[in-house]
């Protein structure tokens, strides 16, 4: 009585029906499912719990927990349905508003990364250094102006290709050594290597390769910014 706000005389005349009419139409479809599914399970597996909203009769909802259980006969005839009811509407919202402050947290947390990733973008498109993102198979996810007019190639043609073959043949074995000893201890390396470009003319560049990971230690991607050293490095063997 004091959960369903009837008194046990109302239930018995209100009927199975017209009770089942006052559970929420979202919930009424599962409450009967559960219920047939009871009746005809063996008989000793014939309870269970259920939640299911109770339309009051002010016209609001309750959140109510059923534990039912089904009485047989010694044939294992059901006979009746006897339970117990417990109003967790409290828990319920108490639930939803911490879902809703968990879902408006995590948007909060999203905007802010993507605010943060559009900063990043419009920093690196300034930089004269080649800057570039890729993952762990090499693929390249992010390229700059620079890095874009360094090769000759548009942004679409390089997103998604490989990272790997603008290396010098000679330089490659050590260029994958190097990057393959990135770690969350040792997130950064500085190589010089030659480049090749599609006109074959060799460059050198330096390089640093920095691993990205996450609060657990996660690879995320690679970040890699290239500073073209060929003036230097002619120099030097002049």
Not at 14 to 43: C, V
Not at 78 to 106: C, F, H, M, W
Not at 211 to 221: A, K, N, R, S, V
């Amino acid at each position: 009585e004091r959960v369903l706000g009837l008194a046990p005389d109302s239930m018995i005349e209100l009927g199975f029906q017209k009770m089942l009419d006052r559970i929420h139409p979202d919930d009424r479809a599962t409450y009967q499912g559960e219920l047939d599914a009871l009746l005809q399970a063996p008989p000793d597996q014939r309870s269970g719990m259920t939640e299911y909203r109770w339309k009051a009769d002010d016209g609001s909802y309750r959140w109510i927990s059923s534990s039912r259980s089904v009485v047989s006969d010694a044939r294992g005839h059901p006979l009746a349905v006897i339970g117990s009811l417990r109003d967790i509407t409290d828990r319920k919202v108490y639930a939803n508003e911490q879902l809703q402050r968990e879902i408006a947290e995590r948007t909060k947390a999203r905007e802010a990364l993507e605010s943060s990733e559009l900063r990043y973008r419009a920093i690196v498109e300034e930089q004269t250094e080649l800057v570039s993102r890729f993952k762990a198979d090499r693929t390249l996810t992010f390229v700059n102006e620079a890095f874009c007019r360094f090769f000759a190639r548009e942004r679409e043609a390089l997103i998604g290709t490989s990272f790997i073959p603008v290396f010098h043949p000679d330089d490659l074995e050590q260029v994958e050594r190097q990057i393959a000893s990135i770690s969350p201890q040792t997130r950064s390396i500085t190589i010089e290597n030659r480049i090749v470009l599609a006109d074959n003319n060799l460059r050198w560049v330096q390089w640093t390769f920095t691993g990205l990971f996450d609060e657990l230690g996660g690879f995320i991607e690679f970040q890699s910014v290239g500073r073209d050293i060929t003036e230097r490095k002619n120099a030097e063997i002049l």
